[in-house]
């Protein structure tokens, strides 16, 4: 019996990151760690591991934030722990287009633009398509080419987007790429 515990990583944690993963994660039934939010995060991977442990069930959504500053942040650095940790269970990562300073970048298994639509391409931070495939550009996304996860989706930044994601309008695009990650993932199932 695997007794980890199931996890959907989002790299990105202001607040309206906050806003859109809460209300995601009631729809499915899911639970969110809200204290993960922040720009930058400001929780260490240990500590988020225990509030993970303590969510009542999963998936567990945990954000993730390093608030457009070049190399390795506090937010990848607890990502990279929580990831490897061995009791966690990542069932994906929803790898949020952000405009920095430095292009870090890596690589997605699949995007979904702005209009709900997926697409071998990346996405600019306002859910556009970009030229290059599989690849997105963010700010906490430098680390996610260390991490063996089944799936990477990407998308523009979320709860934003034109408004297209907005949690007024019930956050499509953040949606669409959970249901994804769940549906891959076998979750469901499980």
Known sequence: MDDRRHVI?????????????????????GR????????????????????IKKAAHDPVFVMFDDSGLA???AGERA??????????????IIAVAAKTRQAEWSRVD???????????????????????????YGDTVYCLDEIDVPIIVGIGDIGKMAKKDHYDVGSPI??????????????HGR
Do not use: W
């Open 9 to 29: 990583l989002i790299t990105d944690g202001d607040d309206y990151a906050r806003r859109t993963v809460e209300l995601v994660a009631r729809e499915v039934g």
């Open 32 to 51: 969110c760690i809200s204290l993960s939010h922040g720009n930058p995060t400001t929780l260490d991977g240990p500590l988020i591991v225990k509030l």
């Open 79 to 92: 990502l990279k722990y929580v990831a490897c940790h061995k009791d966690i269970d990542v069932l994906g």
């Open 71 to 73: 190399g390795e942040g």
């Open 110 to 136: 699949v995007c979904i633009d702005r209009d709900g639509e997926l697409t071998p391409y990346g996405v600019d931070k306002f859910g556009l398509p970009e030229m290059e495939k599989g690849r997105i």
């Open 174 to 187: 953040t949606k669409k790429a959970v249901e994804l990650i769940l549906e891959r993932s076998g979750f």
